[in-house]
């Protein structure tokens, strides 16, 4: 058996198995160590921590795994037949009608409170990860965006710390997935 973080309470042990459940039914585990990869980056990139009002790292009923920022996604791996990667993208990011041959799905979110009308993002999802030209920083670009739209999210009491620990520390990860995708 696994060794849990002594720092989990009974709710972050719950939480555990139901990421363990979670991953196991979106992909393989080399499609969740992509996500998680991503995830960190982002992390890394916004200078975000567990504790930030922000964010919300949750495990919904669906078969899905989403990061938001205040009131929308900006990450996330789903399952909705075969698994996608989905990004948030500006609106106005100029290969977004290249993007759209290379999609499996495109949603564009709806306006928020002092958003101009063409201004909400859209989020994209990928069958695999996308190989267009500075793809990564434009996601970047709308995930610092939808960063800085709000204080708080109104979602984070769906905040799950032990998504946010899979994503960050290696060895927690290493646990999750040996569990979800055992050898």
Same mark, same amino acid.
């Given at each position: 058996?696994?060794?849990?973080?002594?720092?989990?309470?009974? *709710?972050?042990?719950?939480?555990?198995?139901?990421?363990?459940?979670?991953?196991?039914?979106?992909?393989?585990?080399? !499609?969740?160590?992509? +996500?998680?990869?991503? $995830?960190?980056?982002?992390?890394?990139?916004? &200078?975000?921590?567990?504790?930030?009002?922000?964010?919300?790292?949750?495990?919904?009923?669906?078969?899905?795994?989403?990061?938001?920022? &205040?009131?929308?996604?900006?990450?996330?791996?789903?399952?909705?037949?075969? =698994?996608?990667?989905?990004?948030?993208?500006? %609106? @106005?990011?100029?290969?977004?009608?290249?993007?759209?041959?290379? $999609?499996? +799905?495109? %949603? @564009?979110?709806?306006?928020?409170?002092?958003?101009?009308?063409?201004?909400?993002?859209?989020?994209?999802?990928?069958?695999?990860?996308?190989?267009?030209?500075?793809?990564?920083?434009? !996601?970047? @670009?709308?995930?610092?965006?939808?960063? &800085?739209?709000?204080?708080?999210?109104?979602?984070?009491?769906?905040?799950?710390?032990?998504?946010?620990?899979?994503?960050? @520390?290696?060895? %927690?990860?290493?646990?999750?997935?040996?569990? *979800?995708? =055992?050898?």
């Amino acid at each position: 058996m696994f060794k849990l973080p002594t720092s989990f309470t009974t *709710a972050d042990h719950e939480a555990h198995y139901r990421l363990v459940q979670r991953l196991s039914l979106l992909g393989s585990r080399a !499609w969740v160590e992509q +996500y998680f990869d991503l $995830a960190q980056a982002m992390l890394d990139y916004l &200078n975000l921590d567990c504790n930030d009002p922000r964010l919300v790292m949750s495990i919904p009923k669906s078969l899905k795994l989403p990061i938001t920022l &205040n009131h929308r996604y900006v990450l996330g791996i789903f399952r909705p037949g075969e =698994p996608t990667l989905g990004f948030v993208l500006d %609106y @106005n990011y100029s290969h977004l009608a290249e993007v759209r041959l290379k $999609a499996s +799905y495109i %949603y @564009n979110f709806g306006r928020l409170r002092g958003e101009e009308i063409l201004s909400p993002p859209c989020f994209v999802d990928f069958d695999r990860l996308p190989e267009l030209e500075g793809f990564k920083q434009e !996601w970047q @670009n709308a995930v610092l965006l939808e960063l &800085n739209r709000r204080k708080s999210s109104s979602y984070r009491c769906y905040h799950e710390s032990v998504v946010y620990e899979a994503v960050t @520390n290696t060895d %927690y990860r290493k646990i999750v997935l040996d569990e *979800a995708f =055992p050898p």
